[in-house]
Nanobody
Framework: QAHVVESGGGLVQPGDSLRLVCEVT?????VGWFRQVPGKEREFVAA???????????DSFKGRFIISGDNMKNSKNMVSLQMNRLQPEDTAVYYC????????????????????WGQGTQVTVSS
């Protein structure tokens, strides 16, 4: 199974950009980014496949967020989430997750399909 650590969160102003990095140790098939605001359900952001190609990006983030990273052939891989034109409503804890134990009908946007999660990194957008 994989081990996941996020970094790169912080306080930024509206309109700023921020890059989150997820370090995944161990083999995985897919790495996903999610976010969560207190009191709300965890929200899917984007997912990167084993070959380093984006496999899914939620519609609400298209044009602003970009996921990128290594193809997951190595025992340690980096997956980034570039977030542009951030707004206060983007304030949340951002989580990285790895899908490393095969299941039937894996859905990259479904949080419970992932088997390893990081601790999360706080992103705050405020003037």
């Amino acid at each position: 199974q994989a081990h996941v650590v996020e970094s790169g969160g912080g306080l930024v102003q509206p309109g700023d950009s921020l890059r989150l990095v997820c370090e995944v140790t161990g083999r995985s098939f897919t790495v996903g980014w999610f976010r969560q605001v207190p009191g709300k359900e965890r929200e899917f952001v984007a997912a990167l496949g084993w070959n380093g190609n984006t496999i899914s990006l939620a519609d609400s983030f298209k044009g602003r967020f970009i996921i990128s990273g290594d193809n997951m052939k190595n025992s340690k891989n980096m997956v980034s989430l570039q977030m542009n034109r951030l707004q206060p409503e983007d304030t949340a804890v951002y989580y990285c997750a790895a899908y490393s134990v095969p299941i039937v009908n894996f859905d990259p946007s479904r949080d419970f399909d992932y088997d390893n999660w990081g601790q999360g990194t706080q992103v705050t957008v405020s003037s």
